[in-house]
Nanobody, 123 residues
Framework: QVQLVESGGGLVQAGGSLRLSCAASGRTFSSSGMGWFRQAPGKERDFVAA????????FYADSVKGRFTIARDNAKNTVYLQMNSLKPEDTAIYYC????????????????WGQGTQVTVSS
């Protein structure tokens, strides 16, 4: 079992930066693949970024590639999403998710979810 709590969301102007954190509890975190997803009002939940258990493999949605960076610190049971050059279309609730193994972009592959943190980018 893994419990996830996101933090770091807020209001930022276009072009600005935010760093989201996802604190995990549970002894299986260090072996879990982790992902970030987001959901804008009236839209489906979309994949943002994913990282494997040791940080050696990452991949991103095309819409955030080159602007966002996912990283993890297994000693702190935390995964991060550094978001730079933010755009109004990045406005959404951002969710952290964990899967028992592997790495992937599909939400159904993830077993545990956080409650989400709101990111709002003003133009």
């Amino acid at each position: 079992q893994v419990q996830l709590v996101e933090s770091g969301g807020g209001l930022v102007q276009a072009g600005g930066s935010l760093r989201l954190s996802c604190a995990a509890s549970g002894r299986t975190f260090s072996s879990s693949g982790m992902g970030w997803f987001r959901q804008a009002p009236g839209k489906e939940r979309d994949f943002v970024a994913a990282i494997n258990w040791n940080g050696g493999s990452t991949f991103y949605a095309d819409s955030v590639k080159g602007r966002f960076t996912i990283a993890r610190d297994n000693a702190k049971n935390t995964v991060y999403l550094q978001m730079n050059s933010l755009k109004p279309e990045d406005t959404a609730i951002y969710y952290c998710a964990a899967r028992r193994n592997g790495i992937g972009r599909w939400s159904y592959e993830y077993d545990y979810w956080g409650q989400g943190t709101q990111v709002t980018v003003s133009s």
